[in-house]
């Protein structure tokens, strides 16, 4: 059986990202970048829970924890290209 993509997480996923990018570029404090983060986390979350829901605990545990490192580590670099773009570095 194949899956059908979730198009509407993929929006989201690149919503959050085009606002830590937009932060970055009116240079917002990094505070708001957390917070954009934040969002991210509790959207990924929300938008995934069937699929979690079904996993093992262990390899639940494993795939939300990939997925913050890789959450924060992509806001945060667009974050940041967004203050070198808007010339505040």
């Keep these: 059986m ?9 929006f989201t996923d690149l919503a959050f990202a085009a606002l830590a990018f ?7 404090p990094a505070a708001y970048a957390a917070l954009i983060a934040l969002g ?5 979350a929300w938008t995934r829970r069937a699929p979690l829901a079904a996993m093992p605990l262990a390899r639940r545990a494993t795939n939300a ?5 890789m959450i ?14 808007g ?3």
């Design 22 to 28: 937009i932060a970055g570029i009116a240079n917002a």
């Design 2 to 10: 194949m899956r059908r993509p979730n198009i509407s997480s993929a």
């Design 65 to 69: 924890l990939l997925a913050l490192v």
């Design 72 to 85: 924060g580590a992509v806001l945060g670099v667009l974050y940041w290209i967004g203050l070198a773009t």
């Design 87 to 89: 010339g505040h570095l």
């Design 40 to 44: 991210a986390v509790i959207s990924w």
